[in-house]
């Protein structure tokens, strides 16, 4: 059995790590409330923009002519993990580097064992993970947490396109958490790029005959990059929101298992020190019957 020096350490040593995980509960918690108001706000206008473009392009042939709407055969391969830059937020970071290697498992298995596949890690841990397991990693773009704006996002978007554009990729994908709640986010793999029509030619809703202002071909070139810089916006939020959903999540369960662990403890103590008592009590019994016997 431990000694009461022992035990009272422990409980001490709790008690501390208990302040601390209730401290980061709040801190995520209070950012969490700013970046769910981000992401909400976000969310619309992209989906918004993403439709249009896939309604508009998918019955224009000027849409043809974009350099982000070819289709070629899969060679090289760019995958955009969204993850944090800190750990204690669960299964949030392992979640999202699961489903980026079961992508390339599924998808580019014969690009990865060829050395085709590169990393481009928006989060540190993603690309730690990476790193060690042998991947090429584009770091540059690993800080955009630190100074989190559309301006950082759009230099990784602007990247990845020109990659796609020169021909140095031929696939974009995209991993990241979707926020839904403080306790649940959904892992999400996105196509970039080759940008892929929502709406097929010849539609309902691509038969509409639509009056663009300026040039059909025009509006299309302005549109595809806005929604693709707008689309790993919105994914760069949702992970961002996800991240102190998960984090406040992890805190609130660390706290509750530090008090569990404290009542063990206490009670542990308790026993210890009573144990403690009843043997000097006996002692002293002991003591005074051999003097009263002298």
Same mark, same amino acid.
């Given at each position: 059995?431990?000694?009461? $020096?022992?035990?009272?350490? %422990?409980?001490?040593?709790?008690?501390?790590?208990?302040?601390?995980?209730?401290?980061?509960?709040?801190?995520?918690?209070?950012?969490? %409330?700013?970046?769910?108001?981000?992401?909400?706000?976000?969310? *619309?206008?992209?989906?918004?923009?993403?439709?249009? +473009?896939?309604?508009?392009?998918?019955? #224009?042939?000027?849409?043809?002519?974009?350099?982000?709407?070819?289709?070629?055969?899969?060679?090289?391969?760019?995958?955009?993990?969204?993850?944090?830059? %800190?750990?204690?937020?669960?299964?949030?970071?392992?979640?999202?580097?699961?489903?980026? +290697?079961? +992508?390339?498992?599924?998808?580019?298995?014969?690009?990865?064992?060829?050395?085709?596949?590169?990393?481009?890690?928006?989060? $540190?841990?993603?690309?730690?993970?990476?790193?060690?397991?042998? =991947?090429?990693?584009?770091?540059?773009?690993?800080?955009? =947490?630190?100074?989190?704006?559309?301006?950082?996002?759009?230099?990784?978007?602007?990247? #990845?396109?020109?990659?796609?554009?020169?021909?140095? =990729?031929?696939?974009?994908?995209?991993?990241?958490?979707?926020?839904?709640?403080?306790?649940?986010?959904?892992?999400?793999?996105?196509?970039?790029?080759?940008?892929?029509?929502?709406?097929? *030619?010849?539609?309902?809703?691509?038969?509409?005959?639509?009056?663009?202002? *300026?040039?059909?071909?025009?509006?299309?070139?302005?549109?595809?990059?806005?929604? +693709?810089?707008?689309?790993?916006?919105? #994914?760069?939020?949702?992970?961002?929101?996800?991240?102190?959903?998960?984090?406040?999540?992890?805190?609130? $369960?660390?706290?509750?298992?530090?008090?569990?662990?404290?009542?063990?403890? %206490?009670?542990?103590?308790?026993?210890?020190?009573?144990?403690?008592?009843?043997?000097?009590?006996?002692?002293?019994?002991?003591?005074?019957?051999?003097?009263?016997?002298?």
């Amino acid at each position: 059995m431990a000694s009461l $020096k022992e035990v009272r350490a %422990r409980i001490s040593s709790i008690n501390s790590t208990q302040q601390i995980t209730r401290a980061m509960k709040m801190v995520a918690a209070a950012k969490l %409330r700013r970046a769910q108001d981000n992401i909400t706000q976000l969310r *619309p206008y992209a989906n918004k923009l993403s439709q249009m +473009l896939g309604t508009v392009s998918a019955g #224009a042939e000027s849409a043809s002519e974009s350099p982000y709407k070819q289709t070629r055969t899969v060679g090289r391969v760019l995958i955009i993990v969204i993850t944090s830059d %800190r750990g204690l937020c669960g299964a949030f970071n392992t979640n999202a580097v699961k489903a980026a +290697l079961a +992508l390339i498992d599924d998808k580019y298995a014969a690009q990865a064992r060829s050395g085709n596949v590169e990393i481009m890690a928006i989060g $540190k841990k993603g690309a730690e993970a990476f790193y060690r397991r042998g =991947f090429v990693v584009n770091t540059e773009h690993v800080n955009a =947490f630190g100074s989190l704006s559309f301006t950082t996002v759009k230099a990784a978007a602007e990247e #990845a396109m020109a990659g796609f554009a020169s021909g140095r =990729f031929d696939v974009v994908e995209i991993v990241y958490n979707e926020f839904k709640n403080a306790a649940m986010q959904i892992v999400r793999t996105e196509q970039m790029l080759p940008i892929v029509a929502t709406a097929k *030619p010849g539609s309902a809703t691509t038969s509409i005959n639509y009056t663009f202002e *300026p040039s059909e071909a025009e509006i299309i070139r302005e549109l595809i990059p806005k929604t +693709l810089k707008t689309q790993l916006y919105k #994914a760069v939020l949702d992970s961002n929101a996800s991240e102190h959903g998960a984090r406040m999540t992890a805190m609130d $369960k660390a706290t509750e298992n530090a008090g569990e662990l404290l009542k063990e403890l %206490r009670l542990i103590y308790n026993r210890t020190r009573q144990a403690a008592i009843t043997t000097e009590i006996l002692e002293i019994v002991g003591g005074a019957e051999a003097l009263a016997s002298a």
